[in-house]
């Protein structure tokens, strides 16, 4: 059975850093990333990573203060936010595809997590 199962969110304060990290079960997958939803919005791409340890980042927003990583005999990767603001409070959740490209549409990921909450209160 394949399951991608996220950990690590929570209530922070602003400027605060927080790591969440998905482990994938069931099978190897190339490029896994991030995405997030806020209330009220679309779902956004946040990061992505794949085996040989390519990364992208979406919103220009994130760039610079998120970061992804990946440990690959775990299956798993990371995404550490620095300095969190009010406006990254969102449903963060990982998604995975056998392929090697990291896309950022939703679409493009077969498998997904539950989902995350991180809160960040002023």
């Known amino acids: 059975q394949v399951q991608l199962v996220e950990s690590g969110g929570g209530l922070v304060q602003v400027g605060d850093s927080l790591r969440v990290s998905c482990a994938a079960s069931?099978?190897?997958?190339?490029?896994m990333g991030w995405f997030r939803q806020a209330p009220g919005k679309e779902r956004e791409f946040v990061a992505g990573i794949n085996l040989i340890g390519s990364r992208a980042y979406g919103a220009d927003s994130v760039k610079g203060r998120f970061t992804i990583s990946r440990d690959n005999p775990k299956n798993t990767i990371y995404l550490r936010m620095n300095t969190l603001q009010p406006e990254d409070t969102a449903v963060y959740y990982c998604a995975a595809r056998t392929g090697s490209n990291i896309y950022s549409s939703g679409a493009s990921y077969s498998y997904w997590g539950q989902g995350i909450q991180v809160t960040v209160s002023s």
């Open positions: 069931g099978r190897t997958f190339n490029a």
